[in-house]
């Protein structure tokens, strides 16, 4: 049984992103420990760059905000992934000030050793998504993760128009079969 972490970067409750990782959630959590971090409900501070979390003791941020309920669990974590609405070509602020915050050394004693990518746009166009897969690609060679694979959902503005598609059983399908060795596929 893997343990796996999945940050959701929407702001909009109940909307596309929360139903994506809802139907990620539900695929894999018949085998394995699945939890969900809303980015949007923590109250994380950005970045400073000062590079103090090298010299603190447990390589920690000296911030005390939302952070703490995200180092706790990806420190217990197999699977890490990532959800979110595409805003301007990337994903939502609040993601990016978590995912900017694990720039802390203390990363690395997360156990994570896949990652896998879950994107809703409003856009219909055929590179939507390119900005972000390049960043996804450039994080698993850094960190030398397994790509667990992705689902992209195009056309979704509003919010539930994810049912329309055939997003939810793409995500509840990838749920299933991510912890299998032979990798992820790209949706």
């Not at 979390?53 to 005390?64: K, L, V």
């Not at 595409?86 to 990016?96: E, M, N, R």
């Not at 539930?160 to 299933?176: F, I, K, M, S």
């Amino acid at each position: 049984m893997s343990r796996i972490t999945v940050l959701v970067g929407s702001p909009r409750r109940g909307g596309n992103t929360d139903l994506l990782a809802r139907a990620f959630a539900e695929g894999a959590g018949a085998s394995h420990e699945v939890s969900l971090i809303s980015a949007a409900s923590l109250d994380i501070h950005p970045c400073l760059g000062c590079n103090a979390c090298y010299a603190s003791e447990g390589h920690r941020c000296f911030q005390r905000d939302g952070m703490d309920q995200v180092y706790e669990p990806l420190l217990r974590t197999d699977i890490l992934v990532l959800a979110s609405p595409v805003y301007f070509y990337g994903i939502s602020a609040q993601l990016k000030t978590l995912i900017d915050r694990l720039h802390a050394p203390l990363r690395d004693r997360f156990p994570i050793r896949k990652l896998a990518l879950l994107l809703v746009g409003a856009a219909t166009l055929p590179d939507l998504f390119d900005p972000i897969l390049l960043q996804y690609r450039m994080l698993l060679r850094f960190f030398r993760l397994e790509d667990g694979g992705t689902v992209l959902v195009r056309g979704c503005r509003d919010k539930g128009d994810v049912r329309r598609t055939d997003g939810l059983r793409q995500a509840r399908e990838l749920g299933a079969r991510i912890a299998q060795p032979t990798g992820g596929s790209h949706a």
